[in-house]
């Protein structure tokens, strides 16, 4: 581990706080190792994948008598040395030939690994594709196709997609221009059978065209522009609960205030509930309309029916009152 250094000047200060940890944080920057045994396949691997990663990349040549999974410290010190929270380490062996190690690394430790032993007869670098490049810094479409990779449990399929997306997702931006979508890479799997070997693992870049096709939309269609590469999964090493919980931490700031008495139906209309106090309607303003009021004719009628009503008392005599003669 790296001992800790006391700045002694502003330039090492910011130097330091531009490492410490931070509300929003950069991205995330590749360094490309090789073992001291390493396979001229996985060089050019290496050479096409920190292709692919620029500029958020860094490649080392030299030898580097390194065992992730049996000693991870010297990779935790590149890690820590280059700001690299991202590594892959390229060897090969009798036992494990043609191997990338996928590293991801928190706070400067080692959180989870994943190998894979590269199919050289499958193989086909960058160059060998004799077609136009997509330019340097863009972000990829990234499409994963297989249904290993939806498990909702664990798995060592699940694994190598999350480290596939932190691999290629780039820059991390509000909003992406269309024309600035010039490449795809697709990830795919086959079925996974009980009793034979894992599938294996697709690895295949596109490059997206756009064609006049008449109508308001344009024709897309993708041309593959390399490289290709087969996968066999090897040995993993899953992250621990209580690292991966700290790592999955957010900011208090970078989490949206929830707002009260609004919901959002299952059509996306907002909805929002209001409460109000009790009202008194007795002392409530109506409109006076003129269709509301009574008629003179109505008036005379409720009068005439009034002057026929005679007074009687409970023994159905007449209360002696006169009653007067209607109008003819």
Same mark, same amino acid.
Do not use: W
């Given at each position: ?32 190792? *090789?073992?001291?045994? @390493? ?28 065992? #992730? ?5 010297s990779l935790e ?19 494990? /030939?043609? @191997? $990338?190690?996928?590293?991801? @690394? ?10 894979? !032993? ?18 340097? =810094?863009?972000? /990829?479409?990234?499409l994963f196709s %297989?249904? #290993? ?7 060592? !399929? ?11 997702? %780039? ?27 894992? #599938?294996? &693992?697709?690895?295949?870049? !596109? ?6 096709? +008449?109508?308001? $939309? ?7 522009? =390399? ?25 208090? +700031? ?11 139906? &299952?059509?996306?209309?907002?909805? %929002? ?17 003129? +269709?509301?009021? *009574?008629? *003179?004719?109505?008036?005379?009628? &409720? &009068?005439?029916?009034?002057?026929? $009503? ?5 023994? =159905?005599?007449?209360? +002696? ?8």
């Open positions: 581990m790296l001992r800790q250094i006391k700045p002694r000047n502003a330039r090492s200060k910011r130097a330091l706080e531009k490492k410490a940890p931070q509300t929003h944080e950069n991205s995330k920057t590749t360094l490309f190792l *090789r073992g001291s045994t @390493c396979s001229e396949i996985v060089q050019l691997a290496l050479t096409d994948l920190h292709s692919l990663k620029r500029p958020l990349a860094l490649k080392f040549t030299k030898k580097n008598p390194i065992h #992730p999974f049996e000693d991870a410290s010190f590149f890690s820590q040395k280059n700001d690299a929270s991202l590594l892959v380490f390229g060897s090969h062996s009798k036992k494990r /030939p043609h @191997c $990338l190690t996928l590293v991801r @690394c928190f706070d400067g430790r080692v959180l989870d690994m994943l190998e894979l !032993y590269l199919q050289p007869d499958r193989f086909r670098t960058l160059a060998q594709f004799k077609n136009q490049k997509c330019a340097v =810094g863009l972000k /990829p479409l990234l %297989g249904t #290993p990779f939806e498990s909702p449990t664990p798995t060592t !399929y699940t694994l190598a997609r999350s480290l596939f997306l932190d691999l290629f997702r %780039g820059q991390e931006a509000q909003s992406v221009d269309v024309e600035g979508l010039q490449y795809l890479i697709s990830v795919s799997a086959g079925e996974e059978v009980e009793g034979q070997e894992s #599938p294996l &693992i697709h690895l295949r870049v !596109y490059l997206i065209r756009t064609k006049k096709s +008449g109508q308001r $939309l344009p024709r897309v269609e993708v041309e593959e522009m =390399g490289p290709r590469m087969d996968f066999r999964v090897g040995r993993i090493r899953e992250a621990e609960e209580s690292v991966m919980k700290e790592a999955l931490k957010k900011a208090k +700031g970078l989490e949206p205030k929830q707002k009260k008495n609004v919901e959002t139906d &299952i059509v996306g209309d907002k909805m %929002g509930r209001i409460h109000l106090g009790r009202q008194d309607l007795g002392n409530l303003q109506t409109r006076k309309m003129k +269709g509301l009021k *009574r008629g *003179r004719d109505v008036d005379a009628d &409720i &009068i005439g029916d009034e002057d026929d $009503l005679t007074m009687v008392d409970d023994n =159905g005599e007449d209360d +002696g009152g006169t009653k007067k003669a209607r109008k003819e």
